[in-house]
T-cell receptor, first 115, second 109 residues
Framework: DAEITQSPRHKITETGRQVTLACHQT?????MFWYRQDLGHGLRLIHY???????NKGEVSDGYSVSRSNTEDLPLTLESAASSQTSVYFC??????????????FGPGTRLTVL | AQRVTQPEKLLSVFKGAPVELKCNYS??????LFWYVQYSRQRLQLLLR??SRESIKGFTADLNKGETSFHLKKPFAQEEDSAMYYC???????????FGTGTQLKVEL
């Protein structure tokens, strides 16, 4: 069955380290998104991509980067982890062919703790 | 700019009571509205979207453009409805979604 997966599911790191969170989808969806989920803030968009070699900044992109070298993967990199980046990170994908706001399908999430 | 407001962080109701989760939006264009649900220890999943006009798990939501609202309703709450509910706004001809801050629904016995 097609699905969207994230790895690792849990990660503890130290301030200043570079961290990469993986997201992989097998639906052949054009669109992929990264969100962070924090109490009181809901889901906030970090970066998104509408296709291979396309990346765009979301509302909370500072300190994060993404690259899209193929359809299936959109890894999220924290260049120098900060305690403020402790959060739960969700990856999502959508078809992106209708020209409207498609249903997004979410991964299971990665809980990141920065000490 | 797009904005979604969910005024209640927590809503507690008794089993069998009616439920209404509020969602208001701000958007100058033609909106597409969604409700997503996150059950404990599970990933977010779509509950319903306004264009499909479906009733899912007994929940309905009507888009009211005059009041810029998309409230989620269910006549009789069940224990399994306890979850976090997010309202989301999409732009027509765009693919991003803007999420509200979420409402935790707790159904008590």
């Amino acid at each position: 069955d097609a699905e969207i997966t994230q790895s690792p599911r849990h990660k503890i790191t130290e301030t200043g380290r570079q961290v990469t969170l993986a997201c992989h989808q097998t639906w052949n969806h054009n669109n992929m998104f990264w969100y962070r989920q924090d109490l009181g803030h809901g889901l906030r968009l970090i970066h998104y991509s509408y296709g291979v070699q396309d990346t765009n900044k979301g509302e909370v992109s500072d300190g994060y980067s993404v690259s899209r070298s193929n359809t299936e993967d959109l890894p999220l990199t924290l260049e120098s982890a900060a305690s403020s980046q402790t959060s739960v990170y969700f990856c999502a994908s959508s078809e992106g062919t209708s020209g409207t706001a498609d249903t997004q399908y979410f991964g299971p999430g990665t809980r990141l703790t920065v000490l | 700019a797009q904005r979604v407001t969910q005024p209640e962080k927590l809503l507690s109701v008794f089993k069998g009571a009616p439920v209404e989760l509020k969602c208001n939006y701000s958007y100058s264009g033609s909106p597409e509205l969604f409700w997503y649900v996150q059950y404990s220890r599970q990933r977010l999943q779509l509950l319903l979207r306004h264009i499909s006009r479906e009733s899912i798990k007994g929940f309905t939501a009507d888009l009211n453009k005059g009041e810029t609202s998309f409230h989620l309703k269910k006549p009789f709450a069940q224990e399994e409805d306890s979850a976090m509910y997010y309202c989301a706004l999409g732009a027509v001809r765009g693919n991003k979604l803007t999420f509200g801050t979420g409402t935790q629904l707790k159904v008590e016995l």
